[in-house]
């Protein structure tokens, strides 16, 4: 059997941030029933109602996976990286601790709140 390209992705990484990728999949997917999961510009990206609002990939220099917020420049909070970016900013997840699921939730609660 042939996996899609997206699975193919998760699949591709190491341990730990595999899990870590793949927990944050299944969060996002599970935060509201309008979220859809597409594989764009070789990387998972999820959308809302057809519109994308966040991917995740893994950050070059740290190694850590993030959470990539289409919208960021409208997110104010004082974890997210907007590095070089225009007008996305990150949040990176260490896969070595605990993932911080409060954190996530109030920014992408917000992210989402821009949708509606």
């Known amino acids: 059997m042939l996996l899609r390209p997206i699975d193919n992705y998760f699949l591709q990484q190491e341990e ?11 969060h996002i997917l599970q935060l509201d029933e309008n979220i859809t999961e597409t594989w764009k510009y070789g990387a998972p990206f999820y ?35 907007q590095e070089k970016r225009v007008s996305m900013k990150i949040l990176l997840i260490d896969a070595q601790k605990d993932i911080p699921l409060k954190k996530i939730n109030l920014i992408l609660s ?7």
């Open 16 to 26: 730990p941030t595999k899990s870590c990728l793949q927990f944050l999949r299944n």
């Open 47 to 81: 959308n809302i109602n057809g519109k994308r609002f966040c991917y995740l990939w893994t950050h070059k220099k740290f190694k850590q996976p993030y959470i990539g917020i289409i919208k960021g420049l409208q997110i104010n909070h004082p974890h997210l990286l």
């Open 110 to 116: 917000q992210v989402l709140a821009l949708y509606k």
